[in-house]
């Protein structure tokens, strides 16, 4: 009798945890290595169910290891070539396995000819990989990415319903920048090698963009923050956790044209409840991923960013500090009156920088740090003002050595107050006009906050390239795959 495990994959996982004994098993995956010595062809094979393989052997001195794989065939058994083994597992006198599959038969599902194939048996650099997105999975670091990603996806929506939240499908392609910030991708039918002027006949350039496919300028969306407070004001709480898109032409390790976004919010919710859903949120994926994720958080620990581990662990020990966006100044500040070297200097009313975060985060407080109350002209329209006129109920969160891994606000939810403060950033009420009737009618204080899940990737895995984190890049001047 031949023991099956899943039809969809192998579960090399299970093997491993199986007892020796006379029952035949199956086992479905990709060679990683293969030896020969002697009469013995030593292979491993992962299905991608986690980090371990599991050990294939053909005893060629055997009446049943002769039989296993046809001698024109042995040539097929190289690294990365597809396979479903046929065997028994034994106790392996190896110290790396407890068990091994004795295999009575192989067939060799799809081959990975060794003068072709772009996978060799040997490290390979993350750029390298890059090139060869559609093969990188195969290795043990973007396997342990693709496991932590779908971990933490699994951690977010468990959150948000546990707490009661509805998830809202927000549009991709909007007519309005949710932040006035610009650096949008356009979204047109128009031929772009005939593009129709808004009046042919004259020296006006202008495009006519009634005879687009929406009849307006649209975008690709760089926030799902505004249709989601739609919601939020009747729904209570919601979230939306899908891609968003910026036209940003930066080829640095941080950036990415297109990422998703997390972003929870919550009606009659003020900047305080805001950093405890924050807090409470960002200390459930951690443990989610620590917890259920522990070989291949193992992994990550030893190969790419010694003491992750620990220092997760004690960010979700930690009270998170919170302090005003004046403190911290002062902090920082005090910090370069004391020898501090920083490449920007800190001053009131200037954005903090990525050093003076891990400063505040790594050297005066030792932890996570929450920033509060910042000056309304580095933030956006939306963030309800302070009675004192030149701060907004702006936050941050910071952690050790990322920063910034959160940033969100209590929404301004006066009307009159929202108007002067599009007046203010140049923005047009009658595009927004939807959003300043969520104020007439209805209005309630609310509040919400968005979390990048590539950064988070990033900060939990150790890896130091966005581009590495998320299964393709997109990047200026790159869209393969």
Request: one cysteine or more; charged letters at 25%.
């Amino acid at each position: 009798m031949t023991q099956h495990f899943d039809t969809q994959r192998t579960m090399v996982r299970s093997l491993l945890q199986q007892s020796p004994g006379p029952s035949r098993v199956l086992a479905k995956g990709w060679i990683r290595t293969k030896r020969e010595s002697k009469d013995l062809i030593f292979f491993e094979v992962n299905d991608g169910s986690s980090m371990a393989n599991i050990q294939g052997v053909i005893d060629r001195s055997t009446a049943e290891g002769k039989s296993a794989i046809v001698d024109s065939d042995l040539h097929r058994l190289q690294n990365g070539a597809s396979v479903i083994l046929e065997g028994v597992l034994v106790a392996s006198p190896g110290q790396k396995q407890a068990v091994e599959l004795h295999i009575s038969k192989v067939q060799v599902v799809g081959d990975a000819p060794a003068d072709t194939y772009p996978m060799q048996k040997k490290r390979h650099s993350f750029e390298y990989l890059r090139e060869i997105a559609h093969l990188r999975p195969r290795t043990n670091t973007f396997g342990a990415i693709t496991r932590v990603r779908n971990l933490l996806a699994m951690a977010v929506h468990e959150f948000f319903q546990q707490e009661g939240y509805c998830w809202i499908h927000t549009p991709i392609i909007t007519a309005s920048d949710a932040e006035g910030a610009g650096e949008m991708f356009q979204v047109t039918t128009l031929p772009l090698d005939k593009i129709p002027k808004a009046n042919p006949q004259s020296s006006e350039q202008g495009i006519d963009y009634s005879r687009d496919f929406f009849g307006k300028p649209a975008f690709l969306t760089v926030s799902g923050q505004l249709n989601a407070e739609i919601f939020a004001t009747a729904l209570d709480r919601v979230y939306t956790f899908g891609p968003t898109f910026r036209a940003e032409n930066s080829n640095t390790s941080r950036h990415l044209a297109e990422f998703w976004m997390i972003e929870p919010e919550m009606a009659f919710c003020d900047i305080q409840g805001n950093m405890e859903i924050a807090e409470a949120f960002l200390k459930h994926l951690l443990r989610a991923v620590l917890s259920k994720g522990r070989e291949d958080m193992e992994f990550f620990d030893q190969r790419i960013q010694p003491g992750i581990i620990e220092q997760l662990t004690q960010v979700v020990e930690s009270k998170f500090h919170r302090i005003t966006y004046t403190q911290a100044i002062q902090d920082l500040e005090d910090g370069a009156k004391k020898g501090t070297q920083f490449d920007y200097l800190p001053s009131w009313g200037a954005d903090l920088q990525s050093e003076h975060e891990k400063f505040l985060t790594e050297i005066v407080y030792k932890g996570p740090v929450i920033v509060t109350d910042y000056p309304k002209e580095i933030k956006a329209f939306y963030m309800k003002l302070n009675d004192d006129g030149k701060t907004v109920r702006g936050m941050d969160v910071l952690v050790p050595r990322l920063g910034e891994i959160i940033g969100g606000s209590e929404r301004e939810e006066r009307l009159e107050v929202l108007q002067a403060r599009m007046a203010e950033s140049g923005l047009a009420e009658s595009v927004y006009w939807w959003y300043l009737d969520l104020r007439r009618f209805g209005t309630v204080p609310h509040a919400g906050f968005g979390l990048g899940f590539e950064r988070l990737i990033q900060y939990v895995t150790g890896m130091q390239n966005i581009r590495d984190v998320i299964p393709f890049p997109r990047t200026p001047k790159n869209a393969e795959f």
